[in-house]
């Protein structure tokens, strides 16, 4: 007697198996609260290129105006700086914890992005399983009918 070879899941049932994809961009969007979102545009905009540029330009002019404008109308003169020292320093002092936290919301989103790379990737795997599960059974069906066609001749 033949052995029934064991059938691997059709494509419907592959298909009825597979769970919604995630978006997680979106799952992390949804998550933040009112004060995450306030400071993720502050954050992006601290850390870019222009924002140093502009921080520079004010320095400069800032500078500037305290060393070379006429000694009435300077408000900050030389070699005092210490308003501009101080408001820097408040500047920094808001600027670090806006930074922790766009750095903490982007480490929550890469940790949701890998664990959402685990969750395709094991997918992938036991897809690949079933079609060499596949594979396996029409290798079998084949070596199969070629027994019968040898024993007819």
């Known amino acids: 007697m033949e052995q029934p070879l064991h059938n691997p899941p059709t494509l419907d049932e592959l298909k009825h198996l597979r769970k919604k994809m995630r978006r997680v961009d979106i ?3 949804e998550k933040l609260s009112f004060l995450e979102r ?4 502050i954050a992006k905009s601290i850390g870019s290129a222009g924002f140093f540029v502009i921080l520079l330009c004010i320095t400069i002019a800032w500078l500037g105006w305290n060393m070379l404008a006429p ?3 300077r408000f900050d003169p ?10 820097v320093n ?8 806006l930074l922790m936290i766009s ?11 890998a664990e ?11 897809e690949i399983e079933v079609i060499l ?3 396996e059974n029409q290798n079998a069906i084949i070596l199969k009918i070629l027994e019968r066609l040898e024993h007819r001749k």
């Open 78 to 87: 030389y070699p005092a700086f210490v308003l501009w020292l101080f408001i």
């Open 133 to 135: 599960q596949h594979l």
């Open 38 to 41: 306030c400071a993720v545009p």
């Open 27 to 29: 799952e992390n969007k």
């Open 103 to 113: 750095q903490n919301l982007s480490n929550r989103h890469s940790d949701a992005r």
């Open 116 to 126: 959402a790379d685990f969750e395709i990737n094991t997918k992938a795997e036991f």
């Open 90 to 97: 408040i500047f920094q002092l808001m600027m670090m914890p």
């Open 71 to 73: 000694v009435a109308l």
